[in-house]
């Protein structure tokens, strides 16, 4: 093994969880559920064993909705029922007896949806204000969302609290809230969909209200050794979005998260060696801030994720697409083998 990758192969504790290394599978949605009943098949146990198998430290599965409602693309996971609980215990069943540690990605895709994903029910969203675009492999244009009552707030604040309990009762080690990305927490975050006037409205530290309640309820579920928390400026359907005042933003983000109990975050850009502002990257923003566990991701390679282990930026490094190239990822980057380069048309439609 090469000594640039040491730190990328070493052992590491973060929150209740006893990493082989410090690498994570990045979510990925691969969209290979069910589409009727959100349940996974053997395929999938198959798919996420191959990468424990591996040594990967920490994999986070694809997103996994909360909700009927919360589906945003035809064929996604739930873990709302117990049909699925039982589904996914033998991925995490697979995943323990190749030594693996594995969370669920907990999800509700909030506006970025349309009524014949979600049982016919219109999206659920902060405001009445419609996504542009059409909905990824539905290619439907996004539905108005209603706007949610406070009644509503707090069912969906339940819904994520269930989800974790179901996540533990299915096995996971713990769970990853979906935060980021433009959908429903993000949503409330932004002051694009975010035009309410009640106390989940109002200025960034106020908007961040519905993520600090789900947060909060999911470690009070689980608790917050085992709750990891997903948040980005980069919206799907707006990718050029960015903070007025990245820092500024990072740092009311920050404080949120410390408010509540949050140990451990995932930053996410696209882009991780890009200087968000005042000379720094995102990741390194967020350290200036952040004394807790940091997951870093955003097109990393090993050189790049040695780097920021080396200097502390992050504690563990998450790597999306090469992992499902090649499931033997870091076999592969022990031994100085060449990668399997990612190819979508094929990779999209093949679990490998």
């Known amino acids: 093994m090469s000594d640039v990758k040491s730190k990328l ?23 290979f559920a069910d589409d009727k009943t959100g349940i996974v098949g053997d395929d999938v146990v198959e798919y996420y064993r191959k990468r424990a198998a ?10 996994t909705v909360i909700s009927p409602r919360g589906k945003g693309n035809p064929g996604v996971p739930g873990i709302y029922t ?13 995943v323990h007896k190749e030594g693996g540690t594995i969370i669920c990605q907990i999800w509700h895709v909030g506006r970025l949806t349309h009524h014949e994903l979600t049982g016919g029910f219109p999206p659920q969203a902060p405001s009445a204000i ?26 969906v604040v339940s819904q994520y609290a269930q989800a974790a ?8 080690d713990g769970v990853e809230i979906h935060g980021a990305h433009g959908y429903l927490i993000d949503q409330f975050n932004s002051d694009i969909t975010n035009k309410r006037t009640d106390r989940y409205g109002g200025d960034l530290a106020q ?3 519905f993520m600090k309640e789900v947060t909060k309820a999911v470690i009070d579920a689980i608790g917050t050794e085992r709750t990891l928390i997903r948040f980005s400026a980069l919206k799907v359907d707006n990718p050029y979005y960015m903070w007025e005042d990245p820092e500024a933003a990072i740092h009311t983000f920050m404080e949120a998260f410390k408010e509540v109990g949050v140990t451990m975050i995932h930053p996410s850009t696209m882009n991780f060696t890009q200087v968000l502002a005042n000379g720094k990257t995102m990741h390194q923003l967020v350290r200036k801030y952040w004394d807790g566990v940091i997951v870093g991701v955003g097109n990393l390679d090993p050189v790049t994720a040695e780097q920021a282990l080396e200097e502390g930026t992050i504690d563990v490094a998450a790597f999306g697409r090469p992992l499902i190239a090649n499931p033997d990822f870091l076999h592969r980057v022990k031994n100085g083998k060449d990668l399997v380069e990612y190819d979508a048309k094929k990779h999209l439609l093949t679990l490998v």
Do not use: H
């Not at 117990?82 to 697979?94: C, F, H, L, N, R």
């Open 82 to 94: 117990q049909e699925q609980v039982e589904a996914w215990k033998k991925v995490t069943e697979a």
């Open 54 to 63: 591996d040594g990967i430290g920490l994999i986070i599965t694809e997103g």
């Open 130 to 155: 419609q996504a542009e675009g059409v909905v990824p492999r539905f290619r439907k244009p996004y539905d108005v969302p209603e706007k949610m009552s406070v009644e509503d707030i707090q069912e």
């Open 207 to 209: 908007r961040l209200t």
């Open 9 to 31: 192969f070493e052992p590491t504790k973060i929150g209740a969880w006893n990493l082989r290394t410090r690498t994570a599978m990045a979510p990925m949605t691969r969209c």
């Open 165 to 172: 309990k179901n996540a533990m009762a299915a096995g996971f």
